[in-house]
């Protein structure tokens, strides 16, 4: 079974990075309208959400994993930090 990182692994790391950039101001137009907003999320937001977040994370991976952009002072350090703390220290180490 091909999983992300196997499709990710064959694209450039511009279309990585702009692949990255769509998901997470997907995920940031969604917290800033619920944010904003008096009504909870349902359960088909929450699923889209959490699918989402798991995208962006293996893309994160992918993009600032082995190999390839440093997290460190990138633009996804911030969000990475907030929604990924779990990756940050591994993502950080290999450079």
Same mark, same amino acid.
């Given at each position: 079974?091909?999983?992300?990182?196997?499709?990710?692994? @064959?694209?450039?790391?511009?279309?990585?990075?702009?692949?990255?950039?769509?998901?997470?101001?997907? *995920? #940031?137009?969604? #917290?800033?309208?619920?944010? @904003?907003?008096?009504?909870?999320?349902?359960?088909?937001?929450?699923? =889209?959400?959490?699918?989402?977040?798991?995208?962006?994370?293996?893309?994160?991976?992918?993009?600032?994993?082995?190999?390839?952009?440093?997290?460190?002072?990138?633009?996804?350090?911030?969000?990475?930090?907030?929604?990924?703390?779990?990756? *940050?220290?591994?993502? =950080?180490?290999?450079?």
């Amino acid at each position: 079974m091909t999983t992300i990182k196997d499709l990710l692994s @064959n694209v450039y790391y511009g279309t990585i990075r702009q692949i990255t950039e769509d998901l997470v101001k997907q *995920v #940031e137009d969604n #917290e800033s309208f619920y944010s @904003n907003k008096r009504e909870k999320q349902d359960q088909s937001d929450i699923k =889209r959400i959490n699918k989402l977040l798991e995208l962006t994370k293996q893309t994160i991976q992918v993009y600032c994993g082995e190999g390839g952009i440093p997290l460190k002072d990138s633009k996804f350090e911030k969000f990475t930090i907030k929604h990924f703390p779990e990756i *940050v220290d591994s993502l =950080r180490k290999n450079y």
